[in-house]
């Protein structure tokens, strides 16, 4: 039996069995661990894997939550479905996986039903666009049609907000409107394919990470059946969409500063933001001294300008002509 030594502590009960130190927390100890961790921030998130079919959308959702294999639905009801929570930087993210198929939109008739696909574009927080690195139309599917369809979903009002036009237009939401960045990350699926069988890549590395770095994303390409994988993949989304909240909220403050200065101010011009009262104390500047300047007279007299009058002429007397004739005397 090893050799157990006691020592006196005030806070915690420290002690040595054989060469191994052992720290028991007290009461107290404990009581502040549980305190620090219920300070820990919640979110609740949602994601769309966007692509084409086949490229592994289902067996990402499914990987990522820890249900495949098994029947994923994506026309489910979006309160049942499972969420896998994800620390970063101290912050717990819920994250809610959705399926999206985004080619009935940009294939079907003009009259199709879009309430699913507007809800879910326009209250996303992250875009993943996946693809199948053996499948070039995949590729240019998500990067040709997906990309470009889910900016237009996000450049009018959500459906709920276009007919309620009373809405408070000082709604961070509203006001933001369908401009609200997301963070999007572009994954190449089916790499496990390639290794066996490198002929039978069809999408370039350097192809996709051009694409992305042009469009303000990361690009990463592996298998969807690595959970693991797919979490630390999860991970760089959530800076992204931490990124694109921080600029947001950036322009939000930016147009506040912008509409402060535009309205009259009843004290003085000091409350409106310094470079705004400095480019518009120069542009007075500039067209006073404009219209003080003389104008040089055509040759043809009637087609020559009226001469404008000149104000606080003793105050531009110094941009004058000396030729000026004299003023006439009695």
Sequence with gaps: MPHVIDFQAPTSDVRIYGNHLKHHKTV?????????????????????????????????AGTFHGTYPGYYNQWSDHRSLPRQSVEVDGEVWHVEMHDLVLKPLWEAERDISIEYWDSMLTQVHGVILLYDITDRKSYDSVTKADYPTILSFRERPPLDERSVPEANPMDEELRLGRFRRFGGLLVGNKHDLVKERPLKREVSKSLAQEWASMHGMKHFEGNTFEQKWLISIVRDLIGQIMKAELRDKEDLEQRDRYE????????????????LNRLSTLSRSFLKMRNALPRVPLKNKETAPVAQPIEEKSQWSMFLSSNQPPAATN
């Design 28 to 60: 107290g100890e404990l009581a502040m661990g549980k305190a620090k961790k219920e300070v820990k921030k919640e979110r609740v998130i949602n994601v769309a894997i966007v692509g084409a079919n086949g490229v592994g959308k289902s067996r990402w």
């Design 260 to 275: 402060a200065a535009l309205k009259p101010d009843e004290t003085s011009a000091t409350h409106k933001p310094n470079g």
